[in-house]
């Protein structure tokens, strides 16, 4: 059925709130906007077209699915990546875990740099992006998440080197960079709807920050912890004899990435 992009957005602001989304009118200016082909800052000049497939979209989103699947791509830094449930979505927290990967990696003539669990490709493929010189190489446990990583290289046109294997024995192998969004909510049950949509694997688990630390090999370690862990990680980093630790907090204020080198 046809509607108005204005009575699509009423409609769809109602829905997404009585579903518990929090965020009700954004997500719901999002789907305007995807079914009419124009971004949020669009929308605002075509409210009076009519839009159509509203419907299948909505009922996904009402069930919780997070809204990158729904659309089924999302933007990550200067990248827009396909996204389904075979990896995580990519989140603008991480962007800062590329910003100090970047900043370490500057100095260094092309400079080796390890992903671990590359999932979608966002990190892996932002650096290539942002640094064309380095030689990026994504590894991932997950077959379906390689899949996913080289279906947006392809897309994207970008070079990146993507293996599967497990991540501490990779970064073993010795690096410039070893940067990593490692697993960090101790139990499912602490997850919210939206991620329970998103594989367990990369979001569950434990002990992940300590096995990398140990395993690596690298000049320069960057990690993205969840909130409260920094301070934790960054004590187990220097027991370990990394040098030059540093903390950095997300655009939230949130301290959200570890990093260290090795003498």
């Known amino acids: ?11 769809a602001e109602q829905r997404l709130a009585a579903a518990g989304v929090e965020t009700p009118r954004v997500d719901a200016e ?14 605002a000049a075509r409210l ?9 979209l ?3 989103r009402e069930a919780r699915e997070p809204l990158a699947y729904v659309l089924g791509e999302w933007g990550f830094r200067r990248l827009t990546l396909k996204t389904d449930a075979r990896a995580l ?3 603008p927290e991480t962007e800062t875990l590329v910003e100090r990967t ?8 092309r400079p080796r740099i390890l992903d671990v669990g590359v999932g979608s490709g966002a990190i892996a493929l932002a650096l290539k992006d942002e640094l064309p010189d380095a030689q990026v190489t994504g590894i991932d446990v997950s077959a379906d998440a390689l899949a996913l990583a080289r279906e947006n290289a392809r897309r994207l046109g970008l070079e990146v080197d993507l293996r599967h294997g497990e991540g501490a024995a990779a970064a073993a192998e010795g690096w410039d960079v070893v940067v990593a969004n490692p697993p960090y909510v101790e139990s499912r049950d602490d997850l919210r709807p939206e991620l329970r949509w998103e594989p367990e694997v990369a979001l569950v688990g434990r002990g992940e920050h300590e096995r990398l630390a140990h395993a690596a090999r690298a000049r320069f370690l960057v ?17 370990l004899g990394h040098a030059d630790i540093a903390i950095t907090a997300d655009l939230t204020g949130r301290d959200r990435v570890v990093e260290g080198g090795r003498p």
């Open 1 to 11: 059925m046809r509607v108005s992009a204005r009575e699509a957005l009423a409609e």
């Open 30 to 43: 999002w789907l305007v906007a995807h079914l009419l082909g124009t971004t949020r800052s669009g929308l």
């Open 48 to 56: 009076d077209d009519e839009v159509e497939g509203l419907e299948p």
């Open 58 to 60: 909505l009922v996904r």
């Open 89 to 91: 979505v990519p989140r």
């Open 102 to 109: 970047l900043a370490l990696a500057e100095g260094v003539e």
């Open 223 to 239: 990690l993205e912890v969840g909130d409260g862990q920094a301070p934790g990680v960054a004590g187990m980093l220097r027991r």
